[in-house]
């Protein structure tokens, strides 16, 4: 048998198959199949409907991020957007707020306002730690670890706790997990710092009392007040002298 006989003997017995599979199959459940195939259809477009859904929720929700950046009403928007988004937009929000916290915290200790620093550094570890839990990209683990361990820092200027151990721990996780990134050096220094004996003592007094600031014109010359205060800078700031050094520490209760 020549190959082109072969062919045509192939080709008829393929069409006996179909035919046979169309006649004992096919036919008797074609409105079965008809239902299935719409209903295939129907989950194709469902997904793809869903897949455009979500990808023009994920650029909305950007476009919002980067507004809120210049907003006079930045916390709330960006609080706003991590609550409303599980995506990695709302962690990138999350950690915005956290760090806006922070620097408001901050800024109200060195206010005087104890109260409602401690308030606002309470929300900025909150947010950290919530970041630490949702988020999976280094850079973030990195910024939330780094962050938290200044919120501790500066909660250990505005009360007297284990705040300062806290701090501790959470910048010797950065140092350790990133040793050769940028906040994994930067933590490693702000660890050796607030283990200095000088930084605890200062760190002890502040929570323990309230200070009374100086005359701000004596060192306004050195010191940009458009920047946010960092925790790690209070002994920069002038506020104690060396001579008071050996005077015990009292602690005055807060009204």
């Known amino acids: 048998m020549d190959s082109k006989a072969r062919q045509e003997l192939e080709k008829n017995e393929l069409a006996k198959y179909i ?67 599980s995506s990695i937009v709302g962690v990138h929000a999350r950690l915005a707020l956290a760090q806006r916290q922070l620097d408001d915290g901050c800024t109200r200790l060195m206010a005087g306002d104890k109260t409602e620093a401690i308030t606002i550094l309470e929300r900025a570890v909150a947010s950290f730690q919530q970041v630490q839990a949702a988020a999976s990209e280094s850079s973030l683990l990195q910024h939330a670890g780094f962050g938290l361990g200044q919120a501790w820092e500066a909660l250990s200027a505005a009360r007297i706790g284990d705040d300062l151990a806290r701090a501790e721990t959470a910048y010797q996780q950065v140092a350790d997990r990133w040793a050769d990134s940028f906040l994994g050096r930067r933590s490693a220094s702000q660890l050796a710092l607030i283990r200095q004996p000088s930084t605890q003592m200062v760190l002890e007094r502040m929570a323990a009392r309230v200070v009374e600031l100086p005359d701000l014109d004596d060192f306004r010359d050195g010191f940009s007040f458009d920047e946010p205060f960092e925790p790690g800078g209070m002994i920069d700031f002038g506020l104690f002298d060396e001579d008071d050094e050996a005077e015990p520490v009292e602690p005055v209760e807060e009204e």
């Open 19 to 85: 035919n046979a599979a169309y006649h004992d199959w096919i036919k008797p459940n074609s409105s079965w199949l008809g239902y299935a195939v719409l209903g295939g259809l129907i989950v194709v477009a469902v997904l793809y409907g869903t897949i455009r859904v979500n990808t023009w929720n994920h650029q909305t929700a950007w476009k919002h991020y980067y507004s809120a950046l210049g907003s006079p009403t930045a916390m709330d928007e960006f609080e706003h957007l991590a609550n409303s988004t």
